[in-house]
């Protein structure tokens, strides 16, 4: 298999040609190991960014649909465009799609680049595929795995598709174990309208399927199950499928022939030619229902720092001693639902948060304590509505998520509190730097007025007598000091300890001044004698 586990790796694997990349291995001993460091490396932007997911029953042919669609985004990345794909007859490489006894892909791996496409405004979504290790593999996986498997699966993906083999029954949904899950929401999604959903888009696979004369997408086939089915809580089950996807497609395709399907690792390399015309032509319709750029709305796709996002708080429930144990799929359908809504709750939280930065300083810290705590009700109504806490409040997932979330909200708290009077000391010592500079600015024009004044006295000091002298030295001060009060913004600035510093300090030159001049007026006189 062309792999890598080493994130060292990952920046060379992203400028060659791509690789698939683990990013959850599952041992016996210790359970799942999350590789979040690879993850963040190959997934972590800015851009909007769409998942495609597969997963299914082990020897499948998981992998060489993977494989297919490597080939066919490699193309669309270099082409802008599906016209002529199928006849460009490249070399179908990546990971290791051939049938075998043993299961191909064991964990759940990434492929280590991006392929970028182009909607026709310009915008680019980068698009990654996701492998999942197979279920109901009774050498690699049990019951616990297999939904752990799915839990991960829809966390991350923007498409999940389900393989399967041959045509899709109401036994083979129970044997996916996905219609308990849906059919546990089904009460809640009917009360919040049609466009509510809790996931992307849902496209089902039918592989070898021989039960139809044309091939393809079939939108009547999900419906004409339903209709069919004389188990009303399968039906129900159905329903809660369509009502928690955003969209929900059957793909049907054809056998695509003995010797691809006997395919070995020892055996040619395989070109896009070798794959029947008609398989080929219905994998092509699948591409294009999948990666029509001008057809997927960005504001349904999170960015990839989004994603990175949820997968640590994933990575965190999975490695956490307490982790309840997923022995149903309903458990893994809760874990999505409530990890969701506690992502959401934090998004509200922080979105409220930033509304309120720009009034910062002008908050008390009472008053930002109360507001800090209407948000906190704010966003724990957002996560007990959107995490269906009527449902499963009290359950062990909720209450983790529960002080996950109280934990979190007390850090943010804390964090705004001390921003808060961080910013409140700095404006205060910023205030005083620009008052302290204002008064002694103000301090030194009143000196130097002074002083001009004194000048314009020195040569009448002879006739002047001590009385009217120390009257004249009186107007002065009392002039220069309406100079320090203007200058230095007494009406914003008096009554300060800067201001008080700087009047005492004028008021005592003052003095100093004045006894020099009373004394060089006795001198002068003396000498005058």
């Keep these: 298999m062309a792999a890598s586990k080493d994130p060292e790796l990952f920046s060379q694997l992203v400028e060659d040609e791509g690789r698939a990349v683990q990013i959850v291995e599952f041992k016996d001993d210790i359970g799942p190991v999350v590789n979040l460091r690879a993850f963040g490396q190959i997934v972590k932007s800015d851009i909007p960014t769409l998942i495609v997911s597969i997963s299914g029953v082990a020897r499948s042919g998981k992998s060489f649909l993977l494989n297919l ?28 799609w051939a049938q075998s006894k043993t299961a191909v ?20 979504i980068a698009v ?36 399967i083999e041959k045509y899709l029954r109401s036994d083979e949904l129970s044997s996916l174990e996905l219609c308990a899950d849906f059919a546990d929401i089904d009460d809640d999604l009917d009360s919040l309208g049609s466009s509510s959903c809790l996931f992307g888009n ?20 999900f419906q004409s199950l339903k209709e069919n089915c004389k188990n009303e809580t399968l039906k129900r089950s159905i329903n809660g499928i369509e009502r928690a996807f955003r969209d929900v497609t059957v793909f049907t395709f054809p056998y695509p022939g003995g010797e691809i399907a006997r395919a070995s690792e020892s055996q040619k390399v395989w070109k896009l030619q070798d794959i029947p015309k008609e398989f080929l032509d219905v994998f092509k319709r699948l591409g294009k229902a999948l990666f029509t750029a001008d057809r997927i709305p960005l504001n349904s796709l999170l960015t990839g720092s989004q994603i990175c996002h949820k997968f640590e708080i994933l990575k965190k429930r999975l490695e956490s001693r307490d982790f309840p144990e ?5 458990d893994a359908l809760q874990e999505t639902i409530v990890s969701h809504a506690f992502t959401k709750a934090q998004h509200y939280y922080s979105e409220k948060l930033k509304e309120i930065q720009e009034n910062l300083l002008g908050e008390m810290k009472e008053s930002l304590q109360l507001t800090l705590e209407e948000i ?4 724990l109504d957002v996560f007990y509505r959107e995490g269906r806490h009527h449902k499963y409040g009290g359950s062990e997932i909720w209450r983790k998520y529960e002080d996950m979330f109280e934990e979190w909200y007390k850090t943010k708290e804390k964090d705004t509190l001390r921003e808060h009077r961080h910013a409140k000391e700095m404006q205060e010592i910023k205030l005083k730097f620009e008052q302290e500079t204002i008064v002694s600015q103000a301090f030194t024009k009143a000196q130097h007025c002074y002083s001009e004044k004194l000048e314009e006295i020195q040569e009448n000091l002879l006739r002047e007598t001590e009385e009217s002298l120390q009257q004249t030295l009186e107007v002065i001060k009392d ?19 800067i201001w008080r510093k700087y009047e005492d300090m004028f008021k005592e030159w003052c003095k100093t001044k004045e006894k020099d001049m009373l004394r060089k007026q006795r001198k002068c006189k003396k000498c005058k004698k």
Aim: hydrophobic share 35%.
């Design 69 to 96: 669609l490597v080939n066919l985004l490699t193309y669309l990345e270099n082409n802008g465009t599906l016209e002529g794909y199928e006849s460009s007859n490249n070399e179908i490489k990546g990971v290791n």
């Design 128 to 163: 990654f595929l996701l492998d999942t290790q197979g279920t109901a593999d009774n050498s690699h996986s049990d019951k616990q795995l297999d939904t752990l498997i799915m839990l991960i699966s829809l966390q991350l993906s923007s498409f999940q598709l389900l393989n």
């Design 376 to 379: 906190k009700y704010l966003a």
């Design 202 to 221: 849902l496209i089902f696979l039918i592989r070898d399927c021989q039960d139809r004369d044309v091939h393809g997408k079939d939108s009547g086939y």
């Design 479 to 497: 002039l220069t000091l309406g100079v320090f009060y203007r200058e230095g913004l007494h009406d914003k600035y008096g009554g300060s300890g």
């Design 326 to 330: 997923l022995s149903n799929p309903s």
């Design 105 to 124: 892909t064991l964990g759940i791996w990434i492929w280590g680049k991006p392929f970028m496409i182009k909607r026709p405004t310009g915008e680019q």
